[in-house]
Structure formats: structure tokens, C-alpha cells
């Protein structure tokens, strides 16, 4: 059939919650100063990851049972 919105959705998520967990993780920790020390960029980049990576995983099977 036609082009599963998910797919790129999931893959849109995937690599912005990969750039924000990279970003994160050795970026400077100087700037979460503000919130708290909670470093903001890290886990919303989980977040995001997670998200399209779960949406990649239901567009796959969605594709297997057609």
C-alpha cells in the first residue's frame, strides 16, 4: 500500500531525540544552571527517541500484517 505516516514521523523523532541526547550528554553542563541542574536536553531527547522509535516499531508492524 502507500507510504505509512508513522514512518517518518518516527524517523523525524528519532533523529532530533538523537541529536538531543548526544547534545546532552557532552555538551556544557554550565547551562542547566537554571533548571535545576536537570539536564533539559538529555532526557527529552530520550523522550523523543523513544517516541519514534516506538513509532517506527508499530509502522513495521502494521507493514508485516499486509
Known amino acids: 500500500m502507500g507510504l505509512d505516516i508513522r514512518t517518518p514521523i518516527g524517523v523525524m ?3 532530533l ?3 538531543l541526547v548526544a547534545y546532552g550528554a557532552f555538551g556544557d553542563k554550565t547551562i542547566y544552571a537554571k533548571s ?3 539536564n533539559i536536553n538529555l532526557w527529552w ?3 523523543m527517541l523513544v517516541f519514534g ?3 517506527l516499531a508499530m509502522a513495521k508492524r502494521a507493514n ?3
Do not use: D, E, R, Y
Request: aromatic share 6%; net charge positive.
Open 64 to 66: 508485516q500484517k499486509n
Open 45 to 47: 531527547g530520550v523522550v
Open 13 to 15: 523523532f528519532s533523529l
Open 53 to 55: 522509535l516506538a513509532m
Open 36 to 38: 535545576l541542574g536537570i
Open 17 to 19: 531525540g538523537a541529536v
